[in-house]
């Protein structure tokens, strides 16, 4: 008999959420005029890393909405540094939950996941 693996919501957030959001923020930084070792430094990363996001090598197994890209290209306007960066990866993951960005990733990773599940936010 197998073993079913479910996926909990904070593992998807670790596996396909964080990843990529990374990628498209260290898209935006660089098109910013920001070079790979700034982003790097920024986001707490190697510059190998960095690279891998840019090639599509990482952070794209969860394909965001638009509207979600366009929220993280408007917050990579507002990082100047390792803080503002932290911060502004919290405030992205913050709306992924509430707006249920996580959600859709979670039912596309996880097939045992109802459509509309809303397990997370019963009180």
């Given amino acids: ?3 079913l693996k479910v ?3 904070q593992e998807v957030e ?3 959420l964080l990843p990529a959001i990374r990628k498209h923020l ?6 910013q005029g920001n070079d790979q070792r700034t982003i790097a430094k920024y986001l707490g990363l190697t510059e190998a890393a960095i690279s891998q996001y840019m090639s599509g090598k990482r952070g794209h197994e969860a394909p965001l909405p638009k509207d979600f890209v366009e929220r993280i290209t408007q917050v990579a306007a507002t990082i100047t540094d390792e803080k503002t960066a932290y911060a502004s990866l919290q405030q992205l993951m913050q709306v992924a939950n509430e707006t249920r960005v996580l959600c859709d990733i979670h039912t596309r990773m996880d ?3 109802p459509q509309h599940c809303d397990i997370c936010f019963k009180k």
């Avoid at 260290?26 to 098109?31: F, G, I």
């Fill in 14 to 16: 670790v596996y396909y």
């Fill in 7 to 9: 996926l909990q919501p």
């Fill in 1 to 3: 008999m197998g073993t």
């Fill in 26 to 31: 260290a898209v935006a930084l660089k098109s």
């Fill in 111 to 113: 097939k045992s996941v």
